[in-house]
């Protein structure tokens, strides 16, 4: 009976692989999310009667002074495409990674406390 012959080079490219696959994917979950902000113009609202009053008795007396509304920015963001690091507040997925090992925290959430709640909600 011999010894199993490995060829070494085959070996460590194995390796190199499997390593270049987990980098691959941990990079994607780093390239962050865009927040996306949608602007819209709208009409401004009509003044109140006091208002709309005050502004007949300027525009009565004053010559060449006018009314023009403007519109106003309406402004909403979609957050649908942040990761889950950035809806956090955390600037890069190594920091929130680095946050949940010093804290004892999975996904953000400490072990012992979800333990915790389940046991009590057994009850």
């Not at 006091?50 to 106003?72: D, H, L, Q």
Request: hydrophobic share 35%; with cysteine.
């Amino acid at each position: 009976m011999g010894k199993k012959e490995r060829n070494n080079i085959l070996r460590i490219g194995l390796a190199a692989r499997k390593q270049r696959e987990r980098v691959i994917i941990s990079s994607f979950e780093e390239i962050p999310g865009e927040l996306i902000e949608y602007v819209e113009l709208v009409d401004s609202p009509p003044p109140d009667g006091e208002t709309w009053a005050a502004m007949n008795v300027i525009i009565s007396t004053c010559p060449g002074v006018y009314y023009r509304p403007r519109k106003r920015k309406v402004y909403t963001w979609d957050d649908s495409n942040l990761k889950k690091w950035q809806m956090l507040g955390f600037t890069s997925l190594r920091h929130y990674l680095t946050y949940n090992a010093m804290n004892n925290t999975v996904a953000g959430a400490r072990e012992l406390d979800t333990l915790f709640f389940m046991e009590h909600n057994e009850e």
